[in-house]
């Protein structure tokens, strides 16, 4: 028996359904798995004398995955000072900003003041011939040039007792590829270090990645 066309298409429609459903339950699990990881972990109480400012900070920055659920390098026109992408999307740095204004640090606005006055003394790879408050703060290569600037540089050694919570690395992905993460007070007994908050392509999520990749920076803020 022929089928009609309408019969066609509805086979089609349920079809397209299912495999978005089938998608929906993968990230679902992949999502729950992470989260399972998560909970494996230990939380390291800090040093009776952190200041404030860092506990807010590392607050801040654990708190993303529950709502930073993708990766979008889009260039958006912001607000300033103070201005955000849509918080659940972002790139690698929003990671790093989102966390620096929990612990009262207005990213955007330190590294667009600085590059106002020094502007030649950051990258110009991107052919800017003056300081965009959009997207400056918004790139690795700027922030490791302004953190360097503020005396916050450390040694970056292979050795995990180095990277303490609250600490910033960059890596070297290949290819040109720029990318930075925090060091988290969450620790993994399996790895004996501690675990990395970061968004690298699928919204941001906490993950043992310390020596995954080559390290290019290390950072100590607060």
């Given at each position: 028996m022929k089928l009609s066309k309408r019969v066609y298409v509805l086979l089609a429609v349920l079809g397209l359904v299912s495999i978005i459903a089938i998608a929906f339950q993968r990230s679902v699990v992949r999502r729950i798995a992470g989260q399972a990881r998560l909970l494996s972990t230990e939380t390291k109480p800090l040093p009776d004398n952190a200041?404030?400012?860092l506990k807010q900070m590392l607050a801040g920055a654990i708190e993303q995955p529950g709502y930073t659920l993708y990766y979008d390098p889009a260039y958006v026109k912001l607000e300033y000072p103070g201005g955000d992408v849509p918080q659940d999307r972002g790139v690698c740095t929003d990671v790093v900003i989102?966390?620096?204004?929990?612990?009262?640090v207005d990213l955007q606005k330190e590294v667009h003041e600085d590059m106002q006055r020094s502007f030649?003394?950051?990258?110009?790879?991107?052919g800017l011939s003056r300081p965009d408050?959009?997207?400056?703060?918004?790139?690795?290569?700027?922030l490791q040039t302004y953190f360097k600037r503020q005396g916050?540089?450390?040694?970056?050694?292979e050795s995990a007792a180095d990277y303490l919570p609250g600490d910033l690395v960059t890596w070297d992905l290949g290819g040109g590829v720029d990318h930075i993460g925090i060091v988290t007070n969450l620790w993994s007994p399996e790895a004996g270090r501690?675990?990395?908050?970061?968004?690298i392509g699928g919204g941001a999520r906490i993950e043992n990645v310390l020596f995954s990749w080559h390290i290019t920076g290390h950072y100590r803020y607060f």
């Amino acid at each position: 028996m022929k089928l009609s066309k309408r019969v066609y298409v509805l086979l089609a429609v349920l079809g397209l359904v299912s495999i978005i459903a089938i998608a929906f339950q993968r990230s679902v699990v992949r999502r729950i798995a992470g989260q399972a990881r998560l909970l494996s972990t230990e939380t390291k109480p800090l040093p009776d004398n952190a200041p404030p400012t860092l506990k807010q900070m590392l607050a801040g920055a654990i708190e993303q995955p529950g709502y930073t659920l993708y990766y979008d390098p889009a260039y958006v026109k912001l607000e300033y000072p103070g201005g955000d992408v849509p918080q659940d999307r972002g790139v690698c740095t929003d990671v790093v900003i989102r966390a620096f204004r929990k612990g009262g640090v207005d990213l955007q606005k330190e590294v667009h003041e600085d590059m106002q006055r020094s502007f030649k003394a950051y990258p110009t790879k991107w052919g800017l011939s003056r300081p965009d408050s959009n997207i400056d703060h918004r790139r690795v290569p700027n922030l490791q040039t302004y953190f360097k600037r503020q005396g916050k540089e450390q040694p970056a050694t292979e050795s995990a007792a180095d990277y303490l919570p609250g600490d910033l690395v960059t890596w070297d992905l290949g290819g040109g590829v720029d990318h930075i993460g925090i060091v988290t007070n969450l620790w993994s007994p399996e790895a004996g270090r501690y675990l990395i908050v970061h968004n690298i392509g699928g919204g941001a999520r906490i993950e043992n990645v310390l020596f995954s990749w080559h390290i290019t920076g290390h950072y100590r803020y607060f």
